[in-house]
């Protein structure tokens, strides 16, 4: 009944965010079950089942999910950028489009690019990364990796209007990709290690694409300490049935654990009221342009144009609630920089 009301949008945004922060007390209270030696003991066989699975699982669902959804619903909703990740609001900055600019300058002034590097983007989303460096590092040879296909032919098309020719998209699973050459200097990755599981394998293969003296850099989210798969337990998992089927949440300190091929060198936290006040700006911008995408759903997808709408606006306000909880200091955004051994 519930459900059905939600997806007529029948339910009031109060309530919605107050079941959204009812959940994210459950989880907070699942993931602390049974005390300090039960939670670290969940985390070492977490880590033993990420080293045994395949590098990624469900790279379909992620697609329908995600991403073949036609880019002017994104156009709509994200900043100027098209930038599918938090942004960063800092002193002086209110706007989704400065917040957008600044993430983007911020991660290359972390990841260390220079004008005239080989730069390889895995997870590149809707471009916003690589057309900004293809734009700031114009003697860049950039290479963007999708699993989208929609996603390549709009970067492709961005590129060709901006005169950009030092950018090469490609479309592949993670699970095959080779690129077609190696010896990059940068491997940068904005909020696709969400989508991975097998850590160690990915990064070994990272390792080997790198030039002497290469670095990787990688924005995840994270939580401050713990580690859980979005798995749909019951209709309460809303989360990893229809937007992150196969997913994970990792924690700030993960990544640690998978150091056999490259260390990490150095490593940020940046709060998740940046992530929140992001998730925020999407849903006033999905809300400002409510009937183009209702026009858009509908030729979409007919008479589950609603529901799949009233789904875009429950994401947005879930993400924006879990990135605000304990003043953006229980889930936010990790940035590691790594360097071959």
Not at 169 to 174: E, G, L, Y
Not at 257 to 264: E, G, P, R, V
Not at 282 to 307: K, P, S, V
Request: with cysteine; glycine share 8%; hydrophobic share 40%.
């Amino acid at each position: 009944m519930i459900q059905t009301l939600l997806e007529r949008d029948l339910i009031p945004d109060g309530l919605i965010r107050f079941r959204i922060r009812q959940l994210l007390r459950q989880r907070l209270s699942d993931e602390g079950q049974g005390g300090l030696e039960a939670v670290q003991n969940r985390f070492r066989e977490l880590l033993e089942q990420l080293r045994n699975s395949p590098i990624a699982i469900n790279t379909a669902d992620a697609n329908e999910q995600h991403y073949e959804i036609p880019p002017r619903f994104y156009e709509l909703a994200l900043g100027r950028r098209l930038k599918y990740s938090s942004a960063y609001f800092g002193p002086g900055v209110d706007s989704l489009d400065e917040a957008e600019e600044a993430m983007l300058r911020l991660t290359c002034d972390r990841a260390q690019v220079e004008d005239g590097q080989r730069i390889l983007e895995l997870g590149c989303g809707w471009g916003s990364l690589t057309l900004w460096m293809a734009e700031n590092y114009p003697a860049a040879r950039i290479t963007a990796v999708s699993n989208s296909k929609d996603q390549r032919g709009f970067i492709e098309a961005r590129a060709a209007e901006r005169g950009f020719a030092n950018v090469r998209v490609i479309t592949a699973d993670m699970n095959d990709f080779e690129p077609p050459d190696r010896g990059f200097d940068r491997v940068v990755s904005v909020e696709m290690f969400e989508h991975m599981r097998n850590y160690q394998e990915l990064l070994k293969r990272i390792a080997g694409w790198l030039a002497p003296g290469g670095k990787l850099f990688v924005h995840i989210f994270t939580h401050r300490d713990f580690a859980y798969l979005f798995e749909a337990r019951d209709e309460s998992d809303w989360m990893a049935k229809y937007f992150f089927t196969g997913g994970i949440m990792p924690s700030d300190h993960l990544l640690h654990y998978f150091q056999d091929h490259l260390k990490i060198t150095d490593h940020w936290r940046v709060s998740g009221l940046h992530y929140a006040k992001t998730s925020e700006a999407w849903l006033r911008n999905l809300d400002t342009n409510r009937m183009e995408a209702r026009r858009l759903f509908r030729t979409g997808y007919g008479g589950d144009a609603l529901r799949r709408f009233v789904h875009w606006r429950v994401f947005f306000m879930a993400c924006a609630e879990l990135w605000a909880w304990d003043g953006g200091e229980a889930w936010f955004v990790s940035h590691y920089l790594w360097e071959r051994r």
